[in-house]
């Protein structure tokens, strides 16, 4: 991949920041996955081809035809993705190659950029302010981001009064303060606490978050086997029954999910927490992940009532232990108000602070996503999950390169404490 036939020597940092931000990317494992895509194609595919669909992101090219005539300009372009000056593909060329490697050749790419950012240590990266028996592994966040399509018509309906569109896999989202008719897809996304994107899959606009989290946690799973996942953050759109349920019993997750308003059985109090036979309050003792259940003690608190301990009622204040009379919850009695994660833990009180974090992180992956709205001509899931995915591959590499030029842990969360 060399450019000898066409020198180029950085003379501002800004050149040589994109140089630099284009050797992160490990070309050897990416030659390889474009050795398992036989007849990929003519003179100008290849490596250079697939970098450039990153540089197209990163400079905000609108279409692939001014991405071609932006390489014949540019030198630092070409020697940025280590293309020859007379084998600059043409612009259908990039079209030929997305529709050639398909969705699963853009997946295998950013698996392969996923990979490097474990080994720099970017997805689950020590962070002190959390309780040190918390369970390890990567901490998860989850969100959406609408994308307009370019496949709307105005007022068009079927005999059933059914809105048809060019493209037949958008549909009319919830009303947005950017778009005056909200037409197209969501992007449902994965990411670490980082703001690295681990998975995105696509749906028509109107579907709700919640019907695809089970879809994005289950992608994680099987894509990035070696990893542990831990935690997952949601807002408290996703503060559902079988949301708590479902993460817990059928991936491992622990929910960190911002609660709505919460009643609990009569005699609890507003923590949750159950109370002694006395009718005092009890603190948590421990959570007992693998039997599904919390253990409470009264920590012989009546003591402090005088009147109790000199006439002698409870029979747990000769108890040999500190922790007295013993209850227990179990998640099966409502993993919403029982379960692995209540709000008055110390792992839940250490991650919902980064909710405004939360925010943040997406509005870095939304400006992103706006960004691509303007210049989105694609239409089928398919090919909007292609651009989605390639836009997923460019935050990965942003991230990257601020850590390898700053050390900061993270681009939106102050992690680096």
């Given at each position: ?78 020697k940025a993705i280590g293309v020859e000056p007379g084998n600059i593909p043409a612009h259908n060329t990039f079209n ?113 978050d919640t019907d695809h989290i089970f879809a994005l946690v289950g992608t994680a799973r099987t894509r990035y086997p ?63 992940y693998k039997r599904r259940r919390t253990k409470f003690a009264c920590f012989k608190i009546c003591l402090d009532d ?112």
């Open positions: 991949m060399t450019d000898s036939g066409d020198l180029f020597s950085p003379e501002t940092q800004a050149e040589k920041d994109l140089l630099d931000y284009f050797k992160l990317v490990p070309i050897k494992e990416i030659e390889r996955l474009l050795d398992g895509f036989h007849h990929i194609g003519p003179k100008g595919y290849g490596t250079p081809a697939l970098l450039a669909r990153i540089l197209k992101v990163k400079e905000k090219i609108s279409s692939d035809r001014e991405l071609a005539l932006a390489l014949q300009k540019h030198r630092l372009y070409r030929t190659l997305r529709r050639r490697l398909g969705e699963q050749g853009f997946v295998r790419f950013h698996i392969i950029m996923i990979h490097k950012a474990h080994r720099m240590g970017l997805l689950d990266p020590p962070l002190p302010r959390l309780p040190k028996n918390r369970r390890p592994g990567i901490i998860l966040i989850a969100d959406s981001t609408f994308l307009k399509t370019a496949g709307s018509t105005k007022g068009e309906k079927n005999e059933y009064g059914q809105w048809l569109f060019k493209d037949p896999t958008a549909a009319f989202g919830r009303p947005h303060h950017k778009h005056k008719f909200p037409v197209g897809h969501k992007a449902h996304s994965l990411i670490t606490l980082t703001g690295v994107p681990l998975v995105s899959i696509v749906s028509p606009a109107n579907e709700s070696q990893f542990k996942f831990a935690y997952v953050i949601l807002d408290r759109g996703y503060d559902a029954e079988q949301i708590h349920k479902g993460l817990y019993q059928e991936f491992g997750l622990i929910p960190i999910i911002i609660r709505k308003k919460m009643e609990f059985p009569k005699g609890f109090d507003e923590k949750g927490h159950p109370p002694c036979p006395g009718g005092y309050p009890m603190k948590r003792k421990n959570i007992d005088d009147q109790l301990r000199l006439f002698g009622r409870c029979p747990h204040l000769n108890s040999p232990t500190d922790q007295g009379f013993v209850r227990y919850t179990y998640f099966k009695q409502g993993y919403r108000k029982f379960g692995p994660a209540q709000p008055d833990t110390r792992i839940y009180q250490a991650l919902k602070p980064l909710r405004t974090g939360i925010e943040r992180c997406y509005a870095l992956v939304k400006e992103n996503r706006y960004r691509m709205e303007m210049f989105n001509t694609y239409t089928g899931s398919d090919n909007v999950l292609i651009h989605v995915i390639e836009h997923d591959l460019t935050l990965t590499l942003d991230i990257l390169f601020e850590y390898k030029k700053s050390g900061k842990l993270s681009p939106v969360l102050n992690l680096n404490y």
